[in-house]
């Protein structure tokens, strides 16, 4: 990635763009002090983005990557007022994790839709039939269960 360094070029690798992402980061702790997207961009790669989706793609991968990596790298999102933040709490984490959960399921089901299959079989999960058995039980009582498991490698 190119950058500008008092009218020089510069060449920003992604080790270094890394780096520069976490330092910067350390000074934006809480959601309440988020730091955009164009103002982290400019301030790893020393230049002001022209094209919004395909300038900041590489700085989006390596915030993918560091949250990978364990980095406790929030976001929040609004059209004037979002950006990323190193999560201060639990509950700022808890708030990150669960807005991601949805966002994943709500994808997970428009595919399993569109492959006119359920969610848990999508998920690799085996559903049986099961009868309630047992003497002296009233017919409600043996209706079918149904019971997932979850077969995936922990």
């Known amino acids: 990635m190119m950058g500008n360094d008092n009218g020089r070029t510069i060449r920003v690798r992604d080790g270094e763009a890394k780096g520069r992402i976490l330092t910067i980061l350390t000074r934006h702790v809480g959601i309440e002090n988020a730091i955009g997207m164009g103002e982290l961009y400019e301030r790893v790669y020393g230049e002001p983005w022209s094209n919004r989706i395909n300038d900041t793609?590489?700085?989006?991968?390596?915030?993918?990557?560091?949250?990978?990596?364990?980095?406790?790298?929030?976001?929040?999102?609004?059209?004037?007022?979002?950006?990323?933040?190193?999560?201060?709490?639990?509950?700022?984490?808890?708030?990150?994790?669960?807005?991601?959960?949805?966002?994943?399921?709500?994808?997970?089901?428009?595919?399993?839709?569109?492959?006119?299959?359920?969610?848990?079989?999508?998920?690799?999960?085996?559903?049986?039939?099961?009868?309630?058995?047992?003497?002296?039980?009233?017919?409600?009582?043996?209706?079918?269960v149904q019971m997932s498991l979850d077969l995936r490698a922990e």
């Open 57 to 144: 793609r590489a700085l989006r991968k390596i915030i993918t990557d560091l949250r990978f990596a364990g980095s406790l790298i929030g976001e929040t999102r609004g059209k004037n007022c979002g950006g990323y933040y190193l999560a201060r709490s639990a509950h700022e984490l808890k708030m990150f994790f669960d807005r991601r959960k949805a966002e994943a399921l709500k994808k997970l089901k428009m595919i399993s839709v569109m492959m006119n299959v359920g969610l848990p079989e999508l998920l690799g999960q085996m559903s049986l039939n099961l009868k309630a058995q047992g003497a002296g039980r009233r017919a409600q009582d043996n209706e079918n």
